[in-house]
Nanobody, 126 residues
Framework: QVQLMESGGGSVQSGGSLRLSCEAS????????MAWFRQAPGTERDRVTT???????SYADVVKGRFTISRDNAKNTLYLQMNSLKPEDTAVYYC????????????????????WGQGTQVTVSS
């Protein structure tokens, strides 16, 4: 069983920055698909960014160029650096992990993510 704990959420003005962290309970960030999702009130949970076990990231179009996913394998921690924040980025942000599929398990699909953190609130004011 993998436990994920997010931190770093808060309130910031439009144009500001925040960095979220997700600490995993065991060796996970370098061996699994890792991702950040977010959910605003009244909406579905959307995938923001993913990083596979080879360290290859992918981003939703709405955050490309503004958000960066990274990991520290030694600390078993996943990060999300969020710059140029907009009010529409306001949501609860969730860290997720799960096994990849395909050759060498490097493909991260929608059904990949079986472990979830409790979420951290990010609020961006205009």
């Amino acid at each position: 069983q993998v436990q994920l704990m997010e931190s770093g959420g808060g309130s910031v003005q439009s144009g500001g920055s925040l960095r979220l962290s997700c600490e995993a309970s065991r060796n996970t960030v370098s061996t699994e698909c890792m991702a950040w999702f977010r959910q605003a009130p009244g909406t579905e949970r959307d995938r923001v960014t993913t990083i596979n076990k080879l360290g290859v990231p992918s981003y939703a179009d709405v955050v490309k160029g503004r958000f960066t996913i990274s990991r520290d394998n030694a600390k078993n921690t996943l990060y999300l650096q969020m710059n140029s924040l907009k009010p529409e980025d306001t949501a609860v942000y969730y860290c997720a992990a799960g096994p990849g599929v395909g050759p060498n398990g490097v493909v991260c699909t929608a059904g990949t993510f079986t472990y979830w953190g409790q979420g951290t609130q990010v609020t961006v004011s205009s």
